[in-house]
Structures are given as structure tokens and as C-alpha cells.
């Protein structure tokens, strides 16, 4: 099987939708987090 066709299976609607959700969910947890992680502020 080549590297294309691989790819071309990998990347379906349904792994797609399952990525979105995931990064949603790490979105809201990172903002909902009640302390902040520190790496966050080093800048300032």
C-alpha cells in the first residue's frame, strides 16, 4: 500500500470530527482550569 492511499484512509470525515472534538474539549479544560498553568505567564 503507498504512503498516499494510506494517508487518503487515515484521513476521513468521521477522524476528523474525532480530532475537532478532542481539541475542543483540551481547549475548554485549558480555559475552565481554575489554576493557571505558570508556562503561561513566563512571558510576562
Do not use: C, H
Not at 476528523?16 to 475548554?28: D, E, P, R, S, Y
Amino acid at each position: 500500500m503507498s504512503l498516499k492511499r494510506f494517508l487518503l484512509k487515515l484521513v476521513t470525515f468521521e477522524n476528523l470530527l474525532a480530532l475537532l472534538l478532542a481539541l475542543i474539549v483540551i481547549a475548554v479544560i485549558i480555559m475552565t482550569a481554575d489554576t493557571a498553568p505558570q508556562w503561561i505567564y513566563q512571558g510576562f
